[in-house]
T-cell receptor, first 112, second 112 residues
Framework: SAVISQKPSRDICQRGTSLTIQCQVD?????MFWYRQQPGQSLTLIAT?????????ESGFVIDKFPISRPNLTFSTLTVSNMSPEDSSIYLC?????????FGPGTRLTVT | QKEVEQDPGPLSVPEGAIVSLNCTYS??????FMWYRQYSRKGPELLMY????GNKEDGRFTAQVDKSSKYISLFIRDSQPSDSATYLC????????????FGKGMKLTVNP
């Protein structure tokens, strides 16, 4: 399966600032997704990153807060904007193979 | 009623025990059933998936799907301390663009 990397692996940020998380895949993929995993919780889908068009956001998530870019078939970014402590979480990107999804290692974000 | 229900545990067993992890679901349209393993501070890793009903075996792991009862299981034989992780079930319908629906995840500890 595809090898997925994320940068940064972790960060501590001040409230009101923004952080951009990068997701790089070692092969071209059609489906890329961004998830949030809050401490002790399961995964919540934020959006589907579409190549060449706007991301498709799930209920409760908006583009102004979580802008996503997908410039090509191997790369995507998720920005967490105007952060608050409630945004402290693990952010994961994944790629779909038509059946299952394969996840990156995650970015652990702490907002102080 | 949530689409996918999974007892979050935690579950603690001695080394060598047979472990049974289970999920129930309500959407009869689900056709793909997956199990992910997530070690602490890592992204989820796909263990195995099954399509429709039946069993699938991979080494010490066996996945079972009972669509009539809307019930899936993951069995781990001869459990090892290295199996200590959170196990998440996930499922989806037939369409290639349909999102995964995850259970809450069960935290398993195998004690040496």
């Amino acid at each position: 399966s595809a090898v997925i990397s994320q940068k940064p692996s972790r960060d501590i940020c001040q409230r009101g600032t923004s952080l951009t998380i990068q997701c790089q895949v070692d092969s071209q993929v059609t489906m890329m997704f961004w998830y949030r995993q809050q401490p002790g919780q399961s995964l919540t889908l934020i959006a589907t990153a579409n190549q060449g068009s706007e991301a498709t956001y799930e209920s409760g998530f908006v583009i102004d807060k979580f802008p996503i870019s997908r410039p090509n078939l191997t790369f995507s970014t998720l920005t967490v904007s105007n952060m608050s402590p409630e945004d402290s979480s693990i952010y994961l990107c994944s790629v779909g193979d038509g059946v299952a999804e394969h996840f990156g290692p995650g970015t652990r974000l702490t907002v102080t | 009623q949530k689409e996918v229900e999974q007892d979050p545990g935690p579950l603690s067993v001695p080394e060598g025990a047979i472990v049974s992890l289970n999920c129930t679901y309500s959407n009869s349209a689900f056709q793909y059933f997956m199990w992910y393993r997530q070690y602490s501070r890592k992204g989820p890793e796909l263990l195995m998936y099954t399509y429709s009903s039946g069993n699938k075996e991979d080494g010490r792991f066996t996945a079972q799907v009972d669509k009539s009862s809307k019930y899936i299981s993951l069995f781990i034989r001869d459990s090892q301390p290295s199996d200590s992780a959170t196990y998440l079930c996930a499922m989806r319908t037939q369409g290639g663009s349909e999102k995964l629906v995850f259970g809450k995840g069960m935290k398993l500890t195998v004690n040496p």
